[in-house]
């Protein structure tokens, strides 16, 4: 059990922001209610999806998933609803759509920011009836089936923007949930490590303190599915032996080399720092805070505005000395 939730192969929530959503995620799988899961694209949106179909009351039936931006318009209708025979050119036989696969189960769809605006309709009155109707036919049926949803877009952006359906954006988002970024969850990247090693089958199955080092460091601006493709190429380089900085990709491999950038100051930060310890050491006398700097006091009072320092020290200072 991870958060309340029971775990799967690839969830690893050893962080405390994946705690929490973990926690949230095991009261709300329970219901039937639609979710939808916000997230950077490679965070993991899918597994949590599967996370919450595996803790509800639909968990012994179908998970079906399907990416709505992989596939156009006019088919998209067809692999969700279904068809008739005869409904368009190819159409040899009736063909039920995700909608009844999915039939006591959970139904994912991924990337629905890019759903097309005609679909959307079609899809809010599925979600408002509970019926379906197979693409050529006449007669709607009766579907159950839970929706879950994810997008790596501003659904709200894009409600704003008319790109996407508001009364489909409400009806959708019951729930809604926000996968963070592996930068965010430095915790979880050596446990997520070595959990997408043991998949390869790698022989050593470890990884050089070094190439840790380089794992914990790095930003992981493609998230889990980039650290995924870094723990596959260690694999392959490394020919079983222990996975060393060398076998990395050469963006995480670079981190090694300055590990320790991130930590220093900006130069507005330290001159910031420098011109308010003056002043209070100098009781606030800008006239003698200005002869210490060696900077006329016009000079330190303009310096004091663009650094913020008139809140910092209080504004009679401005006027005093």
Known sequence: MIGGVRSCSRLVARSEAMRTLLSKVAIVAGSDAPVVIEGESGTGKEV?????????????????AVNVAALPADLLESELF?????????ATAPKPGLFETAAGGTLFLDEIGEMPHALQVKLLRA???????????????????????????????????????SDLYYRLRVFSFVVPPLRERREDILPLAHVLLERTRHASRRFTPAAEHALETYAWPGNVRELGNAVQHGAILSRNADIDVVHLPDDVASMTVQ??????DTLAAVERTHVLRVLESCRGNQAAAARILGIARTTLWRKMRELELASAVGEPLLHGG
């Open 48 to 64: 949590l999806a599967r996370t919450i179909h595996a803790n509800s009351p639909r968990a012994e039936g179908a998970f079906v």
């Open 82 to 90: 279904g068809h008739a025979r005869g409904a368009f050119t190819g």
């Open 127 to 165: 979600l408002q009836d509970g019926e379906i109707r197979r693409v050529g036919e006449t007669q709607a049926f009766s579907v159950d089936v839970r929706i879950l949803c994810a997008t790596n877009a501003d659904l709200r952006a894009d409600v704003a923007s008319a790109r996407f359906r």
């Open 259 to 264: 590990p320790t950038l991130a930590r220093f």
